[in-house]
C-alpha cells in the first residue's frame, strides 16, 4: 500500500519505509468516519494490537483505572463475568493486558497466530465499545462495603486494594506528589491509578459516564503489528465495528497545556516506613521542559540525561553522591505525555541534607557550565540513545508494543509517528545540533537554571503514618455504620451475597468465547540451535539471526566449589565488578568506556539446575554485553578485562557503592516483597533454592546492611574476600555465547574474537554442592504497607522434566489459578492477583497472591484449591485451558539478542530439545485422572513440609496470626 491507495472504505494518508527495524509505517483513515488505524508492517510473527483511547480524568477517583478493570467484565457479544481473564487461558496469546497512563487507556495483545488473534481481537473490541458495565462488575473492581465476621465495616474492591498497596512505597507518593505540584490545572496533576481515599468516592454511574464520553471511535487510535497482511485488519475492522459508522462528530482530544509558574512549588510531606531513621528521606525536584512535539529537542534532553546522570561518573550525579547529602540519585525523563517533566529523585538523605539539596543541584549545574561538558561525553549519551532504539526487544513488552508507546501515543498528541521510529535521519539531525559547543548548557539554563516551573518535594519517613490511616479509615467506617439503619445494614448484606452469587455462577464459556482448539497448537516448540566451534583456549557458540547490526555476547566460565558462606559474597562480587576500576582505568574512567563504546555490560551467576535431577548443578558466572557491531572490539576488551583485572583496592568507591546497594535492596523488600516471599517459602525445597534464597534472599539483605554499617572497620576483610573470591571464581575455561548474524559472526571469527579467549583456564576444583542445614518455619514479616504478599510452598522433591508428573503437574497448577484462586482470592477477596507455579528446579510447587487484603483467609483458599483439584473439581474444559496456559509459557517469544543465551542455558540445564519435545507431548495428553493424581502424591500427603510466608503491615499480621492452628510468628522483615 503507498500513500492515496484506497481499499474499501479506508484510504492510506502515509506510506514509509523504515529500513531501520526492518519495517513499513502505515497511516489509514476510515474515509465515513475519520477513525485512524496505524499499522507497522513486517516479517515479525508476533502480531500485536493495541485499542488506545485519550482519557483524562480531572480527579484522584480513579475513575479511568476502574473503568480498565470493568470493561474487561463482560460485553454484549460475551456477556460473562470475565471474558478478559478467560481469553488469557483460552488462546495461546503472548501477551494480554490493558493500561491506565496519565493520558490514555489502552488495551493491548499478541499473538504468533493469525487465528487466535482475531479471538482476542474481537472480544477486545466488543468489550471497550459495547461493555456491559454492571454494578457488580463495580462492586467488584472498584469498591465496596463489606461486613465482617464481628459485624464491622470494611472497604474492598480490586482497584481500591491495589492501590492501597501500590500507594504504601515512598518513591509511588513522591512521584504523585511532585506531579500534584507541577500540574495543579491538568489531568496529570490526578492520579490516574486512584488515590485510596478517593476512590471511594467513585460511583457506578460516574464510570458509566466516563465512559460515554471517552471511549469514542473520535478519542481512538487503532495500532497494529506483525506479518499479517493490513487488507485482513481494515477487513476485520470494518466488518466488526465500522461498516455503520458515519461522519463523527469533531472531538478536542489535546489536554490543555500548564499555566507556566512565576515561583516554584515546595512541599513537605510524609510517607510510611517502619523506621524513623534519620538517612530515610526522600527528596525530589522536578521542571516542566518542552512540548512532546519537540522531538529534537526532546531527544537532545534524553542526551542531557545521560551526560548529566547516566553512571556514577557522571558529572551531576557524581557530585551527589559524594555530596553526603544523598546515597542513590537518578533522573527521569517523562516522555510520553504533553509536556515533559524532567525529575531528579534522592534517596537515603538525611533531613538536614534534603534541605540543601535543592541549592547544591543548582550550584552544580551552574558548576558543569562553567567547566564544560567533554564532547567524548556527548557523544557517548548519544551512542547509548542510538542503540537503545536499533535494539530489537520490548523488555516486558512485545517489540511491537514497545515501537508503539515510542510512536502511537506521540501521534495521539499530534506528532508525527516517523519521528519515535526513525533512527539514521533523526540522529544525524541530532549530532549536527551537538556540535554547537553551547548546545547542552543552553538547555540546562534554560530548563534548569532559568526555569521557575519547578517543584520540590521532600518526604520525611513516618513509622506511625500507617496506623493513623488505618486509623482515620476505621474511624471513618465506624462512623458510617453508626448512621447506617438495620435496613442499610441488611442492604449492605444483600449486596454482598448477590455479589457472592454472581462471582460463583457456572458459564458455558464454550458458548460464548472463541477457543483455540488443541489441535491446532503446533507439534513443537521454538529452538535456538547453536553452531559451536573450538577456538584457542575456549569455544564460541553462535545464533544466526537478524539483531539490527547488534552483537550480544556472553562470555562463560564454570564456577568452582563455594561454601555456603561464600554464596552472599558472590552475589555482592558480581554487583561490584562493573562498577569499580579496570585494566588501569579508575572507576570513572570505566564508566565512561563502557557508556562511550557498549549498550549495557552486567556480570550475573546462574545455578543451572539440571532438569531431571534438581541436586545435579552446573554453577557459572557471566559477564553480558551488548555493542554495535562496529564495536564489537570495544565490548569484548571491556569483557575480558572485567574477568581478569578488577581493581579490589578502592576502598572509598566500594563505600560508596556499599550504601547505594543497601538502600536499593531495603527499597526492594519494602516496595516489591512478593520474590522475597517465593524465595523463602521455596527455600528449603531443594539445594538451588537454598542456595538462591543465601545469595538473594533476605540474609543476603542482612549481610548488605551489616556490611555498610561497619564497612570502616572490616575493610580490610572485606577487600581481601572479594579479591580472593573474584581469582576463585573467574579464571576457569571460557565459553563465548554469541547472538548476532552470520555476517558480524564471519567479522568476529576473523579478528579472532578480539583475543577474548586467548587466555588459558586456571584449573579449579570442580562444582560439589555445599553443606548447607537450614530449614525455615512459617512466618509473617512486617513492613510498611496495607495489603499482605502471601507464599505457600510445597516440596515435589527431585521431580524430572520429562517424568509425566512434572508436566500433570504443571497443568494442575494453572487450572488451580484458573478455577478457584482467582475466584476466591481476587475477585471475592479483593486482591490485586494470584496464582500457582511449579519450579522444578526449585524442587516447589507454590500459590502466592499479591496486594491482597487478606492472610489467613488466603491460606485457607490455598488449601482449599488444592484440595478441590484433588478431588477432580474441575472439567475437560479447565483441562484445556491449563493446557494452553502451559503451552503459553513454552512458546513466549524470545528477543533476538536473548536467543543464544536461552539455546545454551537450556542446554546446560540439559533442557535438551528431546527432552523439551517430551514434556510438550505430556502437556498435550494428560489426563484428569493424572492431575488428581499427582495432587495427592505431592501435596496431599501429610508429612509434606509446606511453608507459609506473608509480607504485610504489623497490625494486618497481628489481626490474622492466632487464626492458625500453629501461631504465626512475626519480626520485622528489616
Known amino acids: 500500500m503507498k500513500a492515496g491507495d484506497t481499499y474499501r472504505n479506508f484510504i492510506v494518508k502515509l506510506s514509509q519505509d523504515l529500513p531501520e527495524i526492518e519495517s513499513k509505517l502505515l497511516e489509514v483513515e476510515h474515509k465515513p468516519s475519520g477513525v485512524s488505524i496505524m499499522m507497522i508492517i513486517n516479517n515479525d510473527d508476533e502480531n500485536v494490537f493495541n485499542i488506545c483511547f485519550r482519557t483524562c480524568p480531572q480527579t484522584s477517583n480513579g475513575v479511568a483505572h476502574v473503568l480498565e478493570h470493568m470493561v474487561l467484565c463482560g460485553s454484549d457479544n460475551y456477556p ?13 496469546n503472548t501477551f494480554m493486558n490493558a493500561f491506565t497512563g496519565a493520558d490514555f487507556t ?57 492501590m492501597k498497596g501500590a500507594m504504601m512505597s515512598g518513591e509511588s507518593r513522591l512521584s504523585e506528589a511532585l506531579n500534584a505540584a507541577l500540574f495543579p490545572s491538568v489531568t496529570y496533576g490526578v492520579n490516574s491509578g486512584g488515590e485510596p481515599k478517593d476512590i471511594l468516592t467513585l460511583s457506578h454511574e460516574s464510570i458509566v459516564a466516563f465512559h460515554q464520553s471517552q471511549y469514542t471511535l473520535g478519542r481512538c487510535l487503532f495500532y497494529f503489528y506483525g506479518n499479517i497482511k493490513p487488507s485482513r485488519h481494515l477487513d476485520f475492522l470494518e466488518e466488526k465495528l465500522l461498516r455503520h459508522v458515519g461522519k463523527l462528530e469533531k472531538q478536542t482530544v489535546s489536554v490543555p497545556l500548564q499555566k507556566r509558574f512565576k515561583e516554584p512549588v515546595r512541599n513537605i510531606l510524609k510517607y510510611p516506613s517502619d523506621s524513623q531513621d534519620e538517612d530515610k528521606v526522600l527528596f525530589g525536584l522536578s521542571w516542566l521542559t518542552c512540548s512532546i512535539l519537540d522531538q529534537q529537542e526532546l531527544l537532545a534532553l534524553h542526551v542531557l540525561d545521560v551526560v548529566l546522570m547516566g553512571t556514577d561518573a557522571a558529572p ?29 529523585v534522592c534517596k537515603g ?220 559474597w558472590l552475589r555482592l562480587l558480581v554487583f561490584l565488578m562493573l562498577q569499580l576500576g579496570c585494566a588501569g582505568r579508575s572507576y570513572k574512567e570505566q564508566l565512561e568506556f563502557l557508556l562511550e563504546h557498549t549498550g549495557g555490560v552486567d556480570v550475573s551467576y546462574e545455578f543451572s539446575p539440571h532438569a531431571n535431577k534438581n541436586v545435579l548443578l552446573s554453577p557459572s558466572i557471566g559477564i553480558r554485553g551488548k555493542a554495535l557491531a562496529s564495536k564489537a572490539d570495544k565490548l569484548f576488551q571491556v569483557m575480558g578485562d572485567t574477568l581478569t583485572s578488577v581493581d579490589f583496592t578502592d576502598v572509598a568507591r566500594i563505600k560508596e557503592l556499599l550504601m547505594q546497594h543497601n538502600e536499593a535492596l531495603t527499597n526492594s523488600v519494602r516496595n516489591s516483597p512478593m520474590g522475597y516471599a517465593v524465595s523463602m517459602a521455596c527455600m528449603d525445597k531443594s539445594i538451588s533454592a537454598t542456595m538462591s534464597y543465601l545469595a538473594s534472599g533476605l540474609p543476603y539483605v542482612d549481610k548488605i546492611r551489616s556490611l555498610t554499617s561497619n564497612f570502616d572497620k572490616e575493610v580490610d576483610s572485606v577487600v581481601g574476600i572479594l579479591q580472593s573470591l573474584y581469582k576463585k571464581c573467574c579464571f576457569g575455561k571460557r565459553q563465548l555465547i554469541l547472538s548476532g548474524s552470520n555476517a558480524n559472526y564471519q567479522h568476529l571469527h576473523e579478528n579472532n574474537f578480539y583475543g577474548i579467549l586467548d587466555i588459558e583456564g586456571q584449573p579449579h576444583e570442580p562444582w560439589t554442592n555445599p ?85 489467613f483467609d488466603t491460606h485457607q483458599a490455598f488449601l482449599y484449591g488444592i484440595d478441590e483439584i484433588s478431588k477432580g473439581s474441575f472439567s475437560n474444559e479447565d483441562i484445556h485451558e491449563g493446557v494452553l496456559g502451559v503451552i503459553q509459557n513454552l512458546d513466549s517469544p524470545i528477543a533476538p539478542g536473548s536467543r543464544a543465551s536461552t539455546g545454551y542455558y537450556r542446554l546446560r540445564c540439559g533442557r535438551v530439545p528431546a527432552l523439551r519435545q517430551a514434556f510438550r507431548r505430556a502437556v498435550l495428553n494428560v489426563t484428569k485422572e493424572h492431575i488428581c493424581s499427582v495432587m495427592k502424591k505431592y501435596l496431599k500427603d501429610p508429612m509434606s513440609k509446606t511453608t507459609f510466608i506473608s509480607f504485610a503491615g504489623k497490625e494486618m499480621l497481628e489481626d490474622n496470626a492466632t487464626n492458625f492452628d500453629q501461631e504465626l510468628p512475626i519480626k520485622s522483615a528489616l
Open 349 to 568: 538523605c538525611s533531613h538536614g541534607g534534603a534541605q540543601k539539596l535543592e541549592s547544591w543541584i543548582f550550584a552544580c549545574l551552574e558548576e558543569i557550565i562553567r567547566e564544560g561538558i567533554p564532547s567524548n561525553l556527548i557523544e557517548a549519551a548519544v551512542h547509548q540513545l542510538e542503540l537503545a532504539r536499533k535494539e530489537i526487544a520490548g523488555y516486558s513488552l512485545p517489540y511491537g508494543l514497545s515501537l508503539f508507546f515510542r510512536s502511537g501515543l506521540l501521534r495521539q498528541h499530534g506528532g508525527h509517528a516517523e519521528d519515535g521510529l526513525r533512527i539514521h535521519s533523526l540522529f544525524a539531525d541530532l549530532r549536527e545540533k551537538l556540535k554547537q559547543p553551547d548546545c547542552l548548557p543552553k538547555l540546562i539554563r534554560k530548563y534548569f537554571l532559568d526555569n521557575p516551573h519547578f517543584a520540590r518535594v521532600i518526604l520525611l519517613p513516618d513509622s506511625d503514618l500507617i496506623s493513623i490511616e488505618n486509623q482515620e479509615e476505621q474511624t471513618l467506617l465506624k462512623e458510617i455504620q453508626e448512621k447506617l439503619s438495620p435496613e442499610d445494614i441488611e442492604k449492605i448484606r444483600l449486596t454482598s451475597k448477590i455479589l457472592e452469587e454472581y462471582q460463583a455462577q457456572h458459564e458455558d464459556l464454550d458458548k460464548i468465547l472463541p477457543n483455540f482448539s488443541l489441535d491446532k497448537v503446533p507439534n513443537s516448540g521454538k529452538e535456538y540451535n547453536l553452531v559451536k566451534e573450538n577456538v584457542s583456549h575456549g569455544e564460541v557458540l553462535h545464533h544466526d539471526c537478524f539483531t539490527n547490526d547488534l552483537i550480544f555476547a556472553e562470555l562463560v566460565m564454570d564456577l568452582p566449589s563455594l561454601s555456603a558462606e561464600e554464596l552472599p
Open 80 to 92: 460473562v463475568r470475565d471474558p478478559f481473564f478467560s481469553m488469557t487461558r483460552r488462546s495461546l
Open 771 to 855: 553443606s548447607i542445614d537450614i530449614s525455615l518455619a512459617s512466618q509473617g514479616l512486617y513492613i510498611p504497607v496495607r495489603a499482605a504478599f502471601n507464599a505457600l510452598a510445597f516440596p515435589i522433591g527431585d521431580l524430572p522434566y520429562d517424568h509425566p508428573d512434572a508436566a500433570a503437574l504443571t497443568v494442575a497448577a494453572e487450572i488451580l489459578d484458573n478455577t478457584i484462586l482467582h475466584t476466591k482470592i481476587r475477585e471475592q477477596g479483593g486482591a490485586y492477583g494470584s496464582g500457582a507455579a511449579v519450579n522444578l528446579g526449585r524442587g516447589a510447587f507454590y500459590c502466592y497472591s499479591y496486594r491482597d487484603p487478606a492472610i
Open 106 to 162: 489502552c488495551y493491548p495483545a499478541a499473538s504468533q497466530i493469525p487465528e487466535d488473534f482475531y479471538n482476542l481481537l474481537s472480544v477486545y473490541i466488543d468489550a471497550v465499545f459495547h461493555p456491559l458495565l454492571t454494578e457488580n462488575s463495580f462492586l467488584q473492581e472498584g469498591w465496596r462495603y463489606e461486613l465482617n465476621p464481628e459485624n464491622a465495616l470494611t472497604y474492598t474492591g480490586v482497584v481500591f486494594n491495589e
Open 316 to 344: 551531576l550525579k557524581s557530585r551527589l553522591l559524594k555530596s553526603g547529602f544523598c546515597k542513590q540519585a537518578d533522573m527521569g525523563i517523562d516522555s510520553e505525555i504533553r509536556e515533559i517533566p524532567i525529575t531528579i
